[in-house]
């Protein structure tokens, strides 16, 4: 058996029935959450900001000077509590964008940084290539050290651990109902940081299962584009 996952000719990515065997169906996420809890007493943990830092670049997008250009932008409603997905960018003309915005880039992390979305586990990974993308500031904007010796994908998962998230809903401040981490707070909590080895593994299992759903998102918008292009001009017709 084979499985066919056409894009658009002459492109089509083919699963064997072998290959798909080793494919876990299980969140990668899960699978890392339940494993290092198991093993949390051999591993090493450090602090967040020595392997990223905070992006502090911000846009009115709306002024004058941005007012006509083109963005991807993306707000909290557009992140997989799940997976932790970007599960749409929105394109518009900056004059169409309220207010103040982050900017971040392919590879940054979104970390929400309000609650419930931090409880929840709004954090998000951008995997795809953007070209003038910006994000609520809602978001704390999160990028990978150069010198960092960490896997970015083994990184993004433990930031969406149980154990990271315990720490910071215990780390929020304000009123009841708009509490907060600082970015600076977030930077001082504890990562679990376990050998090359184990990162390397955990992070293509993570890296693997964002390749497999953007594919299939990319596969699902195709349908769509299609239903419409062969249903939108259908009118029905019921008799009275």
């Known amino acids: 058996m084979t499985i066919e996952l056409i894009q658009t000719e002459p492109l089509v990515l083919t699963i064997t029935e072998e290959s798909a065997s080793n494919i876990d169906t299980v969140d990668a996420g899960a699978a890392y959450t339940q494993y290092l809890h198991e093993q949390i007493g051999d591993f090493d943990q450090q602090p967040l900001g020595n392997f990223v830092d905070v992006v502090s670049s911000s846009i009115n ?26 599960l749409t960018l929105k394109v518009n003309r900056g004059s169409e964008i309220g ?36 994000a609520s500031t809602e978001f704390i904007v999160l990028r990978k050290k150069q010198q960092a010796d960490i896997n970015l994908y083994y990184l993004f998962r433990a930031l969406r651990s149980d154990h990271f998230t315990r720490q910071a809903t215990a780390n929020v401040t304000g009123a009841t109902g708009r509490q907060r981490i600082s970015p600076s707070r977030l930077l001082e909590l504890q990562i679990i940081v376990p050998p090359e080895e184990i990162q390397t593994q955990i992070g293509d299992a993570v890296e693997q299962e964002f390749t497999l759903r953007t594919l299939a998102a990319e596969q699902s918008k195709k349908a769509d584009d299609l239903a419409q292009l062969v249903l939108g001009s259908l009118t029905l017709r019921t008799d009275s």
Do not use: C, W
């Open 61 to 86: 997008p709306r002024s004058t000077r941005h007012a006509n250009q083109i963005f991807e932008y993306i707000d909290l409603r557009e992140v997989d509590d799940i997976y932790g997905h970007i």
């Open 99 to 134: 207010s103040t915005k982050h900017r971040f880039q392919k590879h940054d992390i979104l970390f929400a940084k309000i609650m419930p979305s931090l409880a929840n586990k709004k954090i998000a990974l951008a995997t795809q290539d953007l070209t003038n993308a910006v």
